[in-house]
């Protein structure tokens, strides 16, 4: 199994910058698709940004401008670039990771915008 190790969250002021990272480790995978997912308080979780890895990422309208998915092959590693952020944005913020034997998900990082 597939396992994932997310980091970054925090809290920021409405305006403000965070990077979230996603290492996914184990033996024998190859990864399909990394993506970041996230669910606020009350409601269902949603995709953020998805992005193949051998291939373009998407995202979610509500990020469009001001959220960037990018990652590294060689480290296995999925980062969030989350600009701008509002308090709409606050959520617990989930990886997954789509390889060739299924799919994980990471245990989530808070990310939380206020004043």
């Known amino acids: 199994q597939v396992q994932l190790v997310e980091s970054g969250g925090g809290l920021v002021q409405p305006g403000g910058s965070l990077r979230l990272s996603c290492v996914a480790s184990?033996?024998?995978?190859?990864?399909?698709?990394m993506g970041w997912y996230r669910q606020a308080p009350g409601k269902e979780r949603e995709l953020v940004a998805r992005i193949l890895w051998r291939g373009p990422s998407n995202y979610v309208d509500s990020v469009k401008g001001r959220f960037t998915i990018s990652r590294d092959n060689a480290k296995n590693t999925v980062y969030l670039q989350m600009n701008n952020l509002k308090p709409e944005d606050t959520a617990v913020y989930y990886c997954?990771?789509?390889?060739?034997?299924?799919?994980?998900w990471g245990k989530g990082t808070l990310v939380t915008v206020s004043t």
């Open positions: 997954k990771v789509e390889t060739n034997r299924g799919f994980s």
């Open positions: 184990g033996s024998a995978f190859s990864i399909n698709a």
